[in-house]
């Protein structure tokens, strides 16, 4: 009896947290409600220890690699997933409990008033913890008032369950249902409503399933139409032909990933489970601290207050594996924070510059640093148009030689100090410094594309190599562990992004392991011993077996 209690539990606390989160979805995309299942991530997340994060983040990596499938692509929805998946296992435990302590006993006799009150205590609390969450997430009425609909209907369903009476003897497990005469109740009380288990899952089924399926449904359709209203905007508007190289003799080898990333294509990495929007209209960026000049920066002066100038970047994330897919290349525009700090006046004592980003990140900047590299770049556009949302807009900090944990983007604040605070990064366990680490990628072994030199039947290989601003002077190739060959290199975008490597292999059919290794400007080797991603960036080898 105890197990089909808690099976029935189960069963009505599931039935209500699908159409919740399904409600909540469509009302996300039609009337922009927060979505409790994020919102409640968001607030978990930074509550987690740093070794707990990490933890998380390598399994859903890892497993994504184990997959053989693309992390840039997917990680994100992949971790929007499991705060759904966390979302609906919260709800249908809180509905479970309400329901149990509330329900009818099995002889119909409803639960002592400890017991219910502490039901309705159980589910009243979740439900005002969601509504605290999704009001501190967005406090307009809109969003007070539908919140309140969507938990006080929920709340109404722990209560419609609770009120059936639901026949559990024996004799169900067997299949077989009792009359009133077997169990001895002909009268139930009045209060509750009797219903065998068959009709209780039925209309409890029926109805969750309706619902849960029509409001998804209607919230994908909504989301889609906006994916199809947006698609193509901050789109790359780069040409080929007008890239700094164009005219470079060494072609990549047919299956290279693109030189310039299209800004759709760019990877994506952000604390919260969607991208930060900021409004251009009344957004002000603080410059404040140690200066003699306060400064108020808003859109507007971001793009004529200042000279702005551009720069190739390749960018990466230091979580990446070896090979990652975090890892982009695009055009930068923006500001030299020498010229912004000049402006504002530096006084003196003043060491470090915080930033805070709209979506809860920070980092510390050495003043130092910022004085030795004009370079150091406050970004407002990427390919010649203003920042996508996705990427921060307004604005966000570029600076060179860096994995992407020290560039925050969404930036609301900086301020002068002479106290460095960690970053958000560093307090969880990252490298103090994060620089980039060398390394260089086999993309393709183009085995489709077999072409002929000197009567030798040769097979192009390519891919990518980069070493932050301390750029690439040579590319070498391992084949089944032969002798090291030197690969062609493509001159690249600036000293500030990868390199497109190409060897061209002399065709030899079987099974092959290839090999590559690259070397930085001052003809330092990378790091061929292999080192997790944590806390530095990962290190090694790339390796690739090909049938050819």
């Known amino acids: 009896m105890l197990k089909n209690k808690i099976a029935m539990s189960l069963i009505v606390g599931i039935a209500l947290a699908a159409p919740l989160t399904a409600l909540n979805y469509l009302a996300n995309q039609a009337l922009n409600l927060p979505f409790l299942p994020y ?36 990680a994100k929805t992949a971790e929007q997933g499991m705060a759904v998946m966390l979302f609906l296992a919260l709800a249908t435990a809180a509905g479970a409990l309400a329901y149990s302590l509330n329900a009818p006993h099995s002889g119909g006799e409803r639960p002592g008033t400890a017991r219910r009150v502490a039901g309705w205590l159980i589910a009243g609390g979740f439900a005002l913890f969601l509504l605290v969450l999704g009001v501190m997430e967005s406090s307009g009425t809109l969003a007070v008032l539908g919140l309140s609909v969507l938990l006080a209907l929920w709340i109404g369903g722990v209560s419609w369950a609770a009120r059936r009476r639901v ?70 508007t780069a040409n080929a032909a007008d890239l700094p190289n164009a005219g470079d003799p060494v072609s990549p080898a047919p299956g ?43 859109v507007d002066d971001l793009y004529t207050r200042f000279e702005s100038f551009d720069q190739y970047v390749t960018l990466s994330c230091i979580s990446g594996r070896i090979a990652t897919t975090l890892i982009s290349t695009t055009r930068w525009t923006g500001i030299s924070m020498q010229d912004i700090l000049a402006e504002a006046g530096v006084q003196s004592g003043a060491r470090y510059l915080n930033i805070e980003s709209g979506d809860g990140f920070y980092e510390t900047v050495p003043l130092e640093l910022i004085s030795n590299d004009e370079r150091i770049m ?91 601003d301390r750029q690439i002077s040579r590319v070498e190739v ?71």
């Open 378 to 468: 406050l970004c407002h556009s990427w390919d010649g148009a203003p920042l996508p949302t996705d990427h921060g807009f307004p604005c966000r900090i570029w600076i060179p030689d860096r994995f992407g944990m020290k560039q925050p983007k969404w930036i609301v604040s900086m301020e002068l100090t002479d106290v460095e605070n960690p970053g958000y990064w560093v307090e969880r366990g990252w490298d103090r410094i994060a620089q980039v680490r060398a390394t260089s990628v086999i993309d393709t072994v183009a085995v489709e594309s077999v072409g002929t030199r000197d009567g030798q039947q040769i097979i192009p290989v390519g891919g990518i190599a980069w070493a932050g």
């Open 256 to 298: 290279t990933r693109p030189e310039y990333t299209p800004i759709e294509d760019h990877y994506k990495v952000f604390l919260e489970l969607q991208p930060t929007v900021i409004e251009a209209e009344g957004y002000v960026l603080p410059i404040t601290g140690m200066v003699d000049n306060e400064l108020m920066l808003t």
């Open 39 to 74: 919102v409640f991530f968001n607030w978990m997340t930074p509550l987690i220890p740093g070794p707990a994060i990490t933890f998380g983040i390598d399994l859903m990596i890892d497993t994504l690699l184990l997959l053989q499938l693309n992390v840039a692509d997917l």
């Open 478 to 548: 391992q084949v089944d562990g032969g002798e090291w060959q030197e690969a062609r290199l493509r001159t690249p975008l600036s000293e500030t992004t990868w390199v497109i490597w190409r060897y061209d292999w002399p065709f030899a059919e079987g099974d092959r392991t290839f090999r590559v290794r690259c070397f930085e400007g001052d003809g330092t080797m990378q790091i061929v011993d292999p080192a997790d991603a944590r806390p530095s960036g990962s290190t090694g080898i790339h390796s690739l077996e090909v049938e050819v």
């Open 167 to 236: 026949e559990t003897p024996a004799a169900v497990v067997g299949g077989a249902e009792p009359d009133a005469a077997e169990t001895g109740d002909t009268h139930p009380p009045a209060s509750v409503e009797q219903l065998n288990r068959r009709q209780f899952l039925v209309t409890l089924g029926t109805a969750a399933a309706t619902v849960t399926v029509v409001g998804s449904g209607l919230g994908l359709l909504l989301a889609a139409d906006e994916r199809r209203r947006t698609a193509g905007a901050g789109g790359s």
